[in-house]
């Protein structure tokens, strides 16, 4: 059923595994070593569960020193290594090879250094994304990405995948609040880059690591920019008769100087599959409706939320809903922050993450909507209207092998959409395997090289999470 | 003209505006490439707030396209003009190739945090793009960040995409004076982690020390948060707001390190570090009997120095930051000093060797702006 390839497995190092697991016994103790099939088994995916592969062993080491020991290992071994942190993916970033050893950073999950007067938070690789924001928040700070798996996914993978979030409109996304990584090579090298200044030194390896899928080497430790909160936050609702007037609406906002600090839209399937799940308060009688959060003091709220209601009302919106409390704010981003989770309890579905030109979102819709149709599929549509990142949800049955390739085809179909109108495969959930053979449709074949030359200077045996981002065909090795 | 000189044998100097000439160490190339005729803005939407340029564009026609439209580039791009004594038109190519940013990084991030797209020649002579005129793409290895303050060594950038910012409404000044170098930085430290979105923090040192705080919002929230950062930082003194000219002024100045840059100083350096640290480390080359002058922006995290001459032949400054878990760069010095002393923070071997290999992966004959940032690279 797969229509994405993986390399068959290397027979030799197959063969040697009884051997490979006695050489990374020397390196680790026997509770950072997982070697049962049962216990192999439980990182076999990641959230992209429609593939699956059993590594041949993972490891978990505690420190940065045992992550290089083992790194150097597999270099030493000739075995193929793929880095996991929490296995969040949507994108099979974290998907094994059956001659791979997966290394995982669930032990490395403290919290090494907060300071304040500096704005940073120096962290383990394996802490998660909300705890950061936890630490701080007593004191009144908080990490700003967001990704809606924020509760789960790691520091690490974010990293990884330079994530985003709903809040990125206005903060950034990873790649603008890191400010230094520690990365082991595979060769077992440790390389400190950037650090707790706001300018790393020297060629900007910090933001050729941020988004990197784990191919240059895998980030033990991170130093990352905390952000002052708000005095107050207020999402509001705006619901609209159809798609077009919601993108229109958005583009006039921007157009008038106006940033809220996110806009995030949802399409009548998505609004009434997240209602049903949230309880929210959605409005369930529009076509499209827009999630609209501004910051402040009391009086900046009002005033900012004045000028946006006023541009809405231009753009015909039938219903203009204030959180009133902070329950209800609360609900507000449940609904939004689960979609893809309430998606699940109604049909399998796969997320697309293309981004386009935010003047493009009303025509991308409206040609998203025919190409689903035209598999006799359904889709729901909830994403990050400020930053024109989609995240259309092909819904299907994964039981039915037929369905499961149209849903595959929509989406590939979908994303060539997404290239055609000036925008890119993806916006925040990375390449990954799903999207690797798609690369051609956006970049030239110099243009990948240069990438896969650049590549090689980090891992020129492409051990590292090798059969992810590039084609699996025409790799270029030094 | 890239793959004619490399099948010469030839190196390759880029050129911009000339603006910034003395940035990074000195060369001698076989040929000058201008950028020159590569002008003009390709595509700009409002609505979007993305703008892509040619990379000779001049700064000047950039600017007034976008305050056509009441938007700004986000991160105030310093003018090295006053800096190296230079005429001529500073390039957004330039802007681009040599992460220049301003005093409001400290809240809407350096030049490589709002770049999106680049264009670029390699120098094996073949066009390559990365990234894209939308503003969030993970697609690829981000080979814009790593072009972005690479000094036209791996490529030479021919098209580059920014994101925009609106143009803030209003924008008001608090001055603290009279502070000592550390209370100028806890006060800073205070004000830029607050929740009223300081977006310029500088520090003046001197007989009549000034602390300048600056917000930017609509005229409602200046208004507001100039109040409650008042009271936030009472125990520094009374906060006087300034008159709006001569605040654009002062910051213009910080901008383009206008007070370091006295033509008499035979070294000045920028140093990036951790803000708790900027006023040990400048007590420090002061100590050593090297410093002339300084000041600091980005709330302490940036400092300018402008050193005595033997500081370029010690390393000291260097070695400086580097305890102070920061770095420098020599941002103006004579050639020969420039091509004698260490210009960029000396690296470890191993990211030196990486820096080597990225190099060659790009520009394998070692023909585009040979030398620039390190030797031999």
């Known amino acids: ?478 | 003209m890239i793959r004619a000189a490399r099948a010469d044998g030839r190196t390759i100097e880029i050129k911009g505006g000339g603006t910034r000439c003395g940035f990074g160490r000195p060369m001698q190339a076989g040929v000058t490439l201008s950028t020159h005729g590569l002008s003009g803005i390709t595509a700009y939407k409002p609505s979007e707030l993305v703008m892509s340029a040619l990379a000779g564009t001049p700064m000047s026609e950039i600017d007034a396209a976008l305050a056509a439209n009441n938007q700004i580039l986000p991160f105030e791009p310093m003018d090295h003009r006053a800096l190296y004594a230079t005429t001529g038109a500073p390039t957004i190519g330039a802007v681009a190739a040599c992460n220049v940013s301003g005093p409001r990084r400290v809240k809407a991030g350096a030049a490589r945090d709002s770049l999106i797209g680049v264009r670029l020649v390699n120098g094996r002579g073949e066009a390559v793009k990365s990234g894209g005129r939308v503003m969030k793409n993970v697609t690829g290895l981000d080979l814009v960040k790593l072009n972005c303050g690479a000094h036209g060594g791996l490529g030479l950038l021919t098209e580059v995409t920014f994101k925009l910012v609106p143009k803030p409404q209003r924008t008001g000044t608090l001055v603290l004076e009279g502070l000592d170098d550390a209370r100028a930085i806890a006060a800073m430290s205070a004000a830029v982690g607050s929740p009223f979105e300081v977006s310029g923090a500088a520090h003046l040192p001197g007989e009549r020390a000034r602390t300048l705080l600056r917000v930017e919002h609509f005229a409602i929230s200046v208004e507001y948060r100039l109040g409650e950062l008042s009271k936030l930082l009472a125990g520094y003194g009374e906060a006087r707001l300034t008159d709006e000219q001569e605040a654009l002024t002062l910051w213009r100045k910080v901008r383009d390190a206008a007070p370091v840059a006295d033509s008499a100083h035979p070294a000045i350096w920028r140093a990036s570090l951790p803000p708790t640290n900027a006023a040990a480390f400048v007590a420090e080359i002061n100590a050593a009997g090297l410093l002339r002058n300084h000041f600091y922006d980005w709330g302490g995290g940036l400092v300018w120095l402008a050193t005595e001459a033997h500081a370029l032949d010690t390393g000291a400054v260097h070695r400086a930051a580097a305890r102070a878990k920061g770095h420098a760069t020599l941002m103006r010095a004579a050639d020969e000093a420039r091509a004698r002393a260490d210009v960029f923070q000396p690296q470890t071997r191993t990211l030196m060797d990486l820096t080597k290999r990225v190099k060659a992966s790009f520009d394998p004959d070692r023909i585009l702006n040979p030398g620039r940032m390190y030797a031999g690279v």
């Open chain 1, 1 to 478: 059923m797969s229509a994405i390839a993986f390399p068959l497995p290397d027979p030799g190092i197959l063969a040697r595994r009884a051997e490979i697991i006695a050489g990374l016994s020397v390196l680790l103790p026997a509770d950072c070593l997982v070697t049962s099939e049962d216990e192999r088994r439980a990182f076999e995916t990641d959230a992209l569960t429609a593939y699956r592969r059993v590594p041949l062993a993972v490891a978990l080491p505690r420190t940065t020193a045992e992550t290089a020991a083992v790194l150097r290992f597999c270099r030493e071994a000739g075995v193929n290594v793929v880095p996991r942190g929490a296995g969040t993916s949507l994108s099979g970033g974290a998907i094994p090879q059956e001659d791979a050893i997966v290394i995982g950073m669930s032990k490395m999950n403290r919290i090494l250094d907060v300071n304040y007067a500096n704005r940073i938070v120096r962290v383990q690789a394996g802490v998660t994304n909300l705890a950061i924001s936890e630490a701080v928040s007593p004191d009144g700070f908080f990490y700003a990405p967001d990704p809606s798996s924020q509760l789960a996914c790691t520091i690490g993978g974010n990293i990884g995948m330079n994530s985003g979030g709903a809040h990125c409109l206005k903060y950034g996304v990873t790649t603008n609040n890191v400010l230094g990584v520690t990365l082991v090579t595979i060769d077992g090298e440790i390389i400190e880059i950037g650090g707790e200044g706001m300018d790393a030194a020297g060629l900007d390896f910090l933001g050729l690591i941020v988004g990197s899928e784990g191919q240059l080497g895998i980030v033990t430790e991170a130093v990352v920019r905390i952000l002052r909160s708000a005095e107050g936050a207020r999402p509001v609702l705006f619901g609209f008769d159809s798609s077009e007037e919601a993108g229109a609406c958005v583009a006039a906002i921007i157009g008038a100087g106006v940033v809220p600090v996110a806009m995030e839209f949802m399409d009548k399937p998505a609004i009434h599959i997240c209602e049903a799940f949230a309880k929210a308060g959605y409005p369930l009688d529009v076509e499209a409706m827009l999630i609209i959060e501004v910051e402040g003091s009391e009086i900046e709220m009002e005033a900012e939320l004045q000028r946006i209601v006023e541009i809405a009302q231009q753009h015909g919106v039938r219903v203009v809903k204030e959180s009133r409390s902070a329950l209800e704010t609360a609900l507000i981003w449940k609904g939004r922050k689960s979609a893809f989770g309430a998606t699940g309890r109604v049909a399998d579905y796969i997320c697309m993450d293309g981004t386009v030109p935010t003047s493009q979102l009303p025509y991308v819709l409206k040609r998203t909507g025919e190409i689903v149709a035209s598999y006799g599929l359904r889709v729901a549509n909830v994403f990050h209207a400020g930053d024109g990142n989609m995240h259309p949800l092909i819904l299907y049955n994964v039981n039915d092998p037929a369905e499961q390739e149209k849903a595959e085809a929509a989406g590939m179909d979908i994303l060539r959409l997404c290239v055609e109108a000036g925008g890119c495969l993806t916006g925040e959930h990375g390449v990954g395997i799903e999207k690797r053979d798609l690369m051609r449709e956006q970049f030239t074949q110099a243009d990948l090289e240069q990438q896969m030359r650049v590549r090689a200077a980090f891992d020129p045996r492409w051990l590292l999470n090798p059969a992810k981002v590039f084609p699996l065909d025409g790799r270029v090795t030094a």
